[in-house]
């Protein structure tokens, strides 16, 4: 089994996994929610709690999940099958496939959304509509536009529809020519703001909110929400990085792909808290306001900096690129399934994923507007599904993951899949995934319970 090749093909090189799975990894997660949860949760000590679950729980996790990806060779469900037999265990364990391909649909639902907002933004910007605001202006206008349903929902429609076309072309066509394209000129613009934001006025201001710990802040919700932050920005824990594993041919260094992936993923959530900080602080806008924070504090930047039209189109560009890199690989598990198991043609399989996410999309639609007074446990849908995603589904689904790696699949194939060359990586390796990694998203989810 261990030689077969995918049904769906392969990546043509180390170089074309490695961008596929930083376009996975580098999203609105990274530019959009970081800032705003690094905003909302006081800023530096949140960002150190972060940085320590990518490094014992983020890392290991991402190795176990292309680990078991190439060697399973199938999407996220039949690969769990298949080397759940490979053990000789129960193959209850494939329900871990089904875990992440539902958490899959439910944050492209949102995700969708809000990538949404970012098309939106590309066009008000680069037609001038930020030309000159203020701050009450800049928020006029994003209050106006996600008021309205009708407009988020015209966005939500093409981002989807874009991410399905992709998808549709496959492997090598679809997902791996996209990301060719899009993560070269991402980098390339980030690098483009980051001079920008130092010659901006606040940005030592801006560096310290980030960087200096300030613990009395943390509560049980930040770490849980810094956890699953991890596991949400690198893609882990819902067979994402999985199923991209499954096309990653044979000889190729899990560990030092994954050092790059998740080195990348980090440096560019940093790079996005350094452009964005020092723009808040410079105008006097609050670091705490939400998932709105990067879209009403950066155009009023735009609006009023030399260039503004240009950096602020290019920016929410940006955002659209990396959003599209990302959703591409939430939907593939899904995909990769139907085309496995219901035998449909992988047009037809994006078709059917792609309307269904569509559909439970528009609760997040309503929830800015219409719906935004209806409530389930005191959160939007927007938020629960955000909350019930990220907070609890993705560490679930990794600490699965990581028991599965760790203690059930045997030692030998582990170490015939990784082949780390040196025995003392493995052993490393090994005890963050059968101890460290699990044993931290149980503190944490016994934290937030409080029993601990
Ligand atoms: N990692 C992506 C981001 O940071 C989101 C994502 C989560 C993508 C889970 C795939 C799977 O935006």
Known sequence: ?????????????????????????????????????????????????????????????????????????????????????????????????????????????????????????????????????????IKGIFDGFVASPLQLMFWHTLFMAVTMYVVSQGVKGGLEKAVRFLMPSLFFILILLVGYAMT????????????????????????????GHAFFTLSLGMGA???????????????????????????????????????????????????????????????????????????????????????????????????????MSREMACLWSGLITWVVGLGTVFSFNIGSEFKIFGKTIFDLLDYLTANLMLPIGGFCIAVFAGWVMRKADSQQELELENPWHYQIWKFLVCYVSPAAVFLVFLNVIGIL
């Not at 769990?80 to 053990?87: H, P, W, Y």
């Open 200 to 227: 901006s006025g606040a940005y030592e201001k801006g560096l310290a909110f980030l960087f200096t710990p300030d613990f009395s802040e943390v509560t049980s919700d930040s770490i849980l929400t810094a956890m």
């Open 1 to 137: 089994m261990t030689e077969n090749k995918s049904i769906h093909g392969e990546w043509s090189s180390r170089f074309a996994f490695i961008l596929a799975a930083t376009g996975s990894a580098v999203g609105l997660g990274n530019i959009w929610k970081f800032p705003y949860i690094a905003g909302e949760n006081g800023g530096g000590a949140f960002v150190f709690i972060y940085l320590l679950c990518i490094l014992a729980i983020g890392f290991p996790i991402m190795m176990a999940e292309i680990m078991l990806g190439r060697r399973g060779r199938q999407s996220p469900i039949n690969t769990m099958r298949t080397l759940a037999e490979e053990a000789g265990a129960d193959t209850n364990w494939h329900y871990l496939g089904w875990l992440g391909v539902i958490a899959g649909f439910l944050i492209l639902s949102y995700y969708s959304v809000i990538a949404g907002w970012a098309g939106a933004y590309v066009l008000k910007s680069v037609t001038g509509s930020f030309s000159g605001g203020n701050a009450t202006e």
């Open 241 to 343: 990085i999985m199923v991209y594993g499954s096309y990653l041919p044979k000889n190729i260094s899990i560990a030092k792909t994954t050092l790059i992936v998740a080195g990348a993923d980090t440096a560019v959530a940093l790079l996005a808290g350094i452009v964005i900080f020092p723009i808040v602080f410079a105008n006097g806008l609050e670091p705490s306001a939400g998932p709105g924070l990067l879209f009403q504090s950066l155009p009023i930047a735009f609006g009023n900096m030399g260039g503004g039209l240009i950096f602020g189109t290019l920016f929410f560009v940006l955002l659209v690129f990396a959003a599209l890199s990302s959703s591409i690989s939430l939907i593939e598990p899904a995909v990769a399934w139907l085309v496995e198991n219901r035998n």
